[in-house]
């Protein structure tokens, strides 16, 4: 199986900055794109960022010159650098990774989600 493990989110003041973790973990091939969502109250679950194995990116229109993802494939963990929040910014942020198992076809995974508030 394959687990994936985030960390880093919490409660910020508007301006502030976080920044969110997610291993990948188990029996894993390969790992290809990954990326982050976002889900707030009420709201669909939407793409925030997405990074693809040779490092090439793309963002979501209102997070872009705020928010840097990266990654490190040696340690198949993706990163989302999150600056100059805003409140609009609050929700759920969950990772996402396209993870090739050995002699398997290549699955989506999710990770738990994690919690990013930002305060007024």
């Known amino acids: 199986q394959v687990q994936l493990v985030e960390s880093g989110g919490g409660l910020v003041q508007a301006g502030g900055s976080l920044r969110l973790s997610c291993a990948a973990s188990?029996?894993?091939?390969?790992?290809?794109?990954m990326g982050w969502f976002r889900q707030a109250p009420g709201k669909q679950r939407e793409l925030v960022a997405i990074?693809?194995?040779?490092?090439?990116?793309n963002y979501q229109d209102s997070v872009k010159g705020r928010f840097t993802i990266s990654r490190d494939n040696a340690k198949n963990t993706v990163y989302l650098q999150m600056n100059s929040l805003k409140p609009e910014d609050t929700a759920v942020y969950y990772c996402?990774?396209?993870?090739?198992?050995?002699?398997?076809?290549?699955?989506?995974?999710w990770g738990q989600g994690t919690q990013v508030t930002v305060s007024s």
């Open positions: 996402n990774a396209n993870v090739g198992r050995p002699y398997l076809p290549v699955e989506v995974y």
């Open positions: 990074i693809t194995s040779g490092g090439g990116t």
């Open positions: 188990g029996s894993i091939f390969s790992v290809n794109a």
